[in-house]
């Protein structure tokens, strides 16, 4: 049974940082794209960051560019987000992806796998 396991979510005020991680079992991605996307109250779930299997292409979306990075262990088949410089805005819950394979991978339709979700709060 594959699973993914968001954690690092909570509450920071704007300006602050903090870092997701997301780790799988059950399977390995080490030959597929992982990602992160995000759902805030009442919208629909965005695309945030993604890496390709190697964890030498990283995509973003623009509203995070600069700010967060995403990052991968194969070895442990983890995927982290270090988010930095948040915003209000960046406030939702936040999806760990993974299985993509191809060339969409800022499309929640590429996935085969899906976390729980994590919570994320950012305070003005």
């Known amino acids: 049974q594959v699973q993914l396991v968001e954690s690092g979510g909570g509450l920071v005020q704007a300006g602050g940082s903090l870092r997701l991680s997301c780790a799988a079992s059950?399977?390995?991605?080490?030959?597929?794209?992982m990602g992160w996307f995000r759902q805030a109250p009442g919208k629909e779930r965005e695309f945030v960051a993604a890496v390709t299997w190697s964890g030498i292409s990283t995509v973003y979306a623009d509203s995070v560019k600069g700010r967060f990075t995403i990052s991968r262990d194969n070895a442990k088949n983890t995927v982290s987000l270090q988010m930095n410089s948040l915003k209000p805005e960046d406030t939702a819950v936040y999806y760990c992806?993974?299985?993509?394979?191809?060339?969409?991978?800022?499309?929640?339709?590429?996935?085969?796998?899906w976390g729980q979700g994590t919570q994320v709060t950012v305070s003005s």
């Open positions: 992806a993974a299985g993509a394979i191809g060339s969409g991978l800022a499309v929640p339709r590429s996935y085969a796998y």
């Open positions: 059950g399977r390995t991605f080490s030959r597929s794209a």
